[in-house]
């Protein structure tokens, strides 16, 4: 039977990429020249640190690693910047949370968006993934439009199709 799996990725490595070129675009800027800007990419919590002195280098700092994100191919919807605090030594800290994966009530409201359309397909929760399985493949990629177009505000990607 037709099968494949709901997911919401990112991949690392192109975090990783668009922090360094947020790295090197610090050092070439004049407005950063001589400041204590920095990004920095812990891959284990999916978090970025950034630390700038004021808030206006900080809001910089932060437009620029979106900027550099989307050209990378990241959406931005999976990364959540927090809320500006003070550090310490006189400077401002930010930190961007990247989301892996999705969470069980996300998967909830997707699998309760599919069994409202009463299409004939079985769904199931592993772990933070979708799997959804049917009989016909055309009623699989009904299953996929209907997810592209009501959960806009997730972003999501169809991977593991089996025939």
Known sequence: MPSFDVVSEVDMTEVLNAVDQTRREIGTRYDFKGSKASVELHEKESTIDLKAEDKMKLDSLGDMLKQKLAKRGVSLRLVEFGEQEKAGGNTLKQTAKVKQGLTTEELKDLNKLV????????????????????????????????????????ELQFTNFRD
Do not use: F, H, P, Y
């Open 115 to 154: 069994k409202q359309q009463k299409l004939k397909v079985t769904c199931q929760i592993q772990e933070n993934q979708l799997r959804v399985t049917g009989k016909k493949r055309d009623i699989l990629q009904e299953v996929i439009s209907v997810l592209k177009s009501d959960a806009k505000n997730l």
